[in-house]
């Protein structure tokens, strides 16, 4: 049966955000590495100041190259203070995203390829800045978990 993905636009305002950087390798990234750091971020969430919402991680991936990527898990914040020790803070513009739900049962790569292929249908164009996607998470989701549920979303010029 083929996936479907539902897709949208959606603009968020600028927003900033700290928590735990990770960059590596899609081979790191496949083999779990990114699970262990979000882990490691719900478990040091109460460090945080200032959380807007504490129900929801973010994955923000940055600077895609031929080996691979940079990947800050976090929480939006009302302002920044006191960043804990080992984390940091990123700060996005406002941006308007092609947006979808990635669904228990359903392939991840099948749900970015979706993505691509609604972005081009519609006549969008990738945004040419340094994130090139992010993903929200409910906090609660084990990130063990082999069948995350999860909100993608790929900032697009319209027009």
Known sequence: ???????????????????????????????????????????????????????????????????????YAVVEVAKVEDIPEGMTSVTLPTLTYAKCEHKKGQKIDSSYNNMYAWIESQGYKLHKGDVTHFEEYPMHQDPYSKEPEFVIMIPVEIG
């Open 1 to 71: 049966m083929e996936q479907r993905n539902e897709a949208g636009l959606i603009t968020k305002e600028s927003f900033r955000a700290v928590g735990l950087k990770w960059a590596g390798t899609f081979a790191e990234a496949n083999a779990g590495e990114i699970r262990v750091v979000h882990d490691e971020m719900r478990n040091r969430l109460k460090e945080i100041k200032h959380i807007l919402n504490p129900e929801l991680l973010l994955g923000l991936s940055y600077q895609i190259n031929e080996g691979g990527f940079t990947l």
